[in-house]
């Protein structure tokens, strides 16, 4: 038995290979950070930061999905501390 067979519906996925180079980290921190941050932005999207968007637009996705879920966290917190 190889690893591969190890890891059932996994197989073939290369997790060394998750937001290993710049541009993959640069789409989902401005993903992240778009949906943190609340106010609105103070440049348009062009040249390298739009290239690396248009590449790794799932990694820019993933970071919207995680400032939702950090917003969530924030409002628990909120929450418990003062209700």
């Known amino acids: 038995m190889t690893h591969d ?3 059932g519906f996994l ?6 290979a998750f937001m ?3 541009q993959e980290w640069h789409a989902f921190v401005e993903g992240l950070f778009e949906v943190l941050c609340p106010w609105p932005a103070r440049h348009q999207l062009s040249g390298e930061l739009l290239t690396d ?3 790794d ?3 820019y996705m993933f970071g919207r999905a995680m400032g939702v879920i950090a917003w969530l966290i ?3 917190i909120i ?3 003062f209700w």
């Not at 197989?11 to 060394?16: L, P, Q, V």
């Open 20 to 22: 290993d180079v710049y």
């Open 53 to 55: 968007l248009r590449g």
């Open 5 to 7: 067979e190890d890891r």
């Open 11 to 16: 197989k073939g996925i290369r997790f060394s």
């Open 79 to 81: 929450q418990e501390a």
């Open 57 to 59: 637009h799932h990694y």
């Open 74 to 76: 924030i409002a628990k």
